[in-house]
């Protein structure tokens, strides 16, 4: 057990859909990241917050947009879906800079 | 820019034997640091080892060890006494310290056989 924990770990939806995926972060661990994880694009980062602040954007499209609440827990909304959309998703976290970061088991979201 | 390459898509290897899964990395940034992680068929990411680019000693963690060799940008993966339970996808990650995303590479498929 990683210490992060994501829900829900499965999301059936259908297109034109919005859905907001939960992540909690290890306890002290001030740092949350979100990936993508599908057949084609391998891991894509999507985006990185650092004590509720926005600190990194990768690959992440306009329909998708998160936050990292006060309480260090994050959301990714995820709106418009479509069948691309389709993927694993990750959150991870980590203390700070530099160390390693330690995955949830990961939301699997399947767009129908 | 970063970059992290895995050139081997598939691996096998036998039961209780060694295994060297490759890993070179491209960056500017003087301080960084690898990363190793397994990814069983049940989808999660698991860490096993890191190693940061100070580092004088290679990094080892049960029975997985870091082949750091900074010069030639490479940080190879090695599983000795391969088990069953080793059979997974391992992805080689880097982050440097001036930035925030990890970099992962394209992951190999290791299947050890009894």
């Known amino acids: 057990d990683s210490g992060v924990t994501q829900t829900p770990k499965h999301l059936i939806t259908a297109t034109g859909q919005r859905v907001t995926l939960r992540c909690s972060p290890r306890?002290?661990?001030?740092?949350v990241y979100w990936y993508q994880q599908s057949l084609d694009q391998g891991l894509q980062f999507l985006i990185q917050?650092?004590?509720?602040?926005?600190?990194a954007k990768g690959n992440i499209l306009e329909r998708f947009s998160a936050q990292q609440f006060p309480d260090l827990h994050s959301e990714l909304n995820l709106s418009s879906l479509e069948l691309g959309d389709s993927a694993l998703y990750f959150c991870?976290?980590?203390?700070?800079?530099?160390?390693?970061?330690?995955f949830g088991q990961g939301t699997r979201l399947t767009v129908v | 820019a970063q970059k992290i390459t895995q050139t081997q898509p598939g691996m096998f290897v036998q039961e209780k034997e060694a295994v060297t899964l490759d890993c070179t990395y491209d960056?500017?940034?003087?301080?960084?640091?690898l990363f190793w992680y397994k990814q069983p068929s049940s989808g999660e990411m698991i860490f096993l080892i890191y190693?940061?680019?100070?580092?004088?000693q290679n990094a080892t963690e049960g029975r997985y060890s870091l082949n750091f060799q900074k010069a030639r940008k490479s940080a190879n993966l090695v599983i000795s006494a391969s088990q069953l339970g080793d059979s997974a996808m391992y992805f080689c990650?880097?982050?440097?310290?001036?930035?925030?995303?990890?970099?992962f590479g394209t992951g190999t498929s290791l299947t050890v056989i009894p």
């Open positions: 991870a976290s980590s203390v700070d800079a530099g160390t390693e970061a330690f």
């Open positions: 306890s002290g661990d001030l740092s």
């Open positions: 917050y650092y004590n509720g602040e926005e600190r």
């Open positions: 960056t500017s940034d003087p301080s960084y640091g």
């Open positions: 190693q940061g680019s100070y580092d004088q």
């Open positions: 990650a880097m982050r440097t310290n001036t930035g925030n995303q990890f970099y």
